[in-house]
Nanobody, 120 residues
Framework: QVQLVESGGGLVQAGGSLRLSCAAS????????MRWYRQTPGKQRELVAS???????TYAESVKGRFTISRDNAKGTVYLQMSSLKPDDTAAYYC??????????????WGQGTQVTVSS
């Protein structure tokens, strides 16, 4: 069974940095696009960044120049390097990936979320 496990969230002061990781595990044949979303209570999840299997990247305007998404295909892991953090970045961060498991088609998977809190 394919799963995504997130780590790296925590408390950080404004202007600080944090690195999130999300590792895919299971009987994985291939991994397509991987993404990071974030969500605050009572609000819709928003796309923060995405990276294709060919490493093309996209970012939300609010994080451009501050966040960097990357991936390590050998580890089946996607990262989100966050710098110059602002209180508005406070949210639960979720990783998402299109993954093809052995004996299956591509499906959409979600991590459980990791909390990032930025203090002023």
């Amino acid at each position: 069974q394919v799963q995504l496990v997130e780590s790296g969230g925590g408390l950080v002061q404004a202007g600080g940095s944090l690195r999130l990781s999300c590792a895919a595990s299971g009987r994985i044949f291939s991994i397509g696009t991987m993404r990071w979303y974030r969500q605050t209570p009572g609000k819709q999840r928003e796309l923060v960044a995405s990276i294709t299997s060919g490493t093309s990247t996209t970012y939300a305007e609010s994080v451009k120049g501050r966040f960097t998404i990357s991936r390590d295909n050998a580890k089946g892991t996607v990262y989100l390097q966050m710098s110059s953090l602002k209180p508005d970045d406070t949210a639960a961060y979720y990783c998402n990936a299109n993954i093809r498991a052995y004996g299956s088609r591509y499906d959409d998977y979600w991590g459980q979320g990791t909390q990032v809190t930025v203090s002023s």
